[in-house]
């Protein structure tokens, strides 16, 4: 449950993908806490009420209701630009609402994405984590070669406490950030997709995988370089 990280700041734990501060955590979740099962427990127990919050994924949708989504999303797609192609547009947003379902039933996906974030991480689901979705999303569209539209990699709560880093798939009109895309997003809501423009998505501040990535390698050498250094 508990996988100890040492920083130069204090120590640190993991905790079911949350990266907490031993002085941040309560009397009762704390690895020195004995007895040690009574963490186990305590923490699954609330995990798993988490999962049961949810129904798990609505994946056979009535044929109007879907289509109406794929003509939402098409619409959000066709706002982002004036240069925009269309029938672009149309086969992003069809792909995009469709082959979320489709992962959904490859990752056996039926709770909540916490709950089958932790299943996966037990070895008892095969996939599923978001990095999962974007990775399987993003090179589905890629395959379509748009060239009126560009696809992104985005990362978000990046260095926060208690949430989850997260990753998503982003669309923009050609030549555009991040900023000015639109949020897909099919792991939030187990395999149906949510949507949204990046600057409007609540609770996440979106930035890209390689800024990511380029901070990360800078915090892991300032780290090596502090360690050499004492």
């Not at 792909?95 to 037990?122: F, G």
Request: hydrophobic share 35%; aromatic share 10%.
């Amino acid at each position: 449950m508990y996988q100890r990280c040492s920083d130069n700041r204090s120590t640190n734990y993991r905790l079911l993908g949350y990266l907490c501060r031993a002085e941040d955590l309560p009397f009762f979740m704390t690895p020195d806490f004995q007895p040690k099962f009574t963490v186990r427990i305590l923490t699954l127990a609330f995990i798993l009420l988490q999962g049961c919050a949810s129904s798990g994924p609505q994946l056979d949708l009535p044929p109007i209701v879907e289509k109406q989504r794929i003509q939402d999303l098409n619409h959000a797609i066709l706002n982002l630009g004036d240069d925009i192609d269309a029938s672009e547009a149309q086969r992003a947003a069809r792909i995009s609402i469709k082959y979320s379902h489709e992962l959904a039933r490859q990752y056996e996906i039926t709770s909540s994405p916490i709950m089958h974030n932790l299943l996966v991480n037990l070895g008892l689901k095969p996939r599923g984590l978001c990095v999962d979705w974007t990775t399987d999303l993003l090179s589905r569209l890629k395959q379509e070669r748009f060239y009126s539209l560009d696809l992104h990699w985005a990362i978000a709560n990046y260095e926060t406490t208690f949430s989850l880093e997260h990753s998503t798939v982003v669309v923009s009109a050609r030549g555009d950030s991040i900023n000015q895309g639109l949020v897909l997003d099919p792991w939030r809501y187990s395999g149906e997709l949510f949507w949204a423009p990046t600057l409007e998505d609540s609770g996440y501040v979106w930035k890209p995988q390689a800024e990511i990535h380029a901070l990360k390698r800078e915090l892991r050498e300032d780290r090596e370089q502090r360690r050499l250094i004492r």
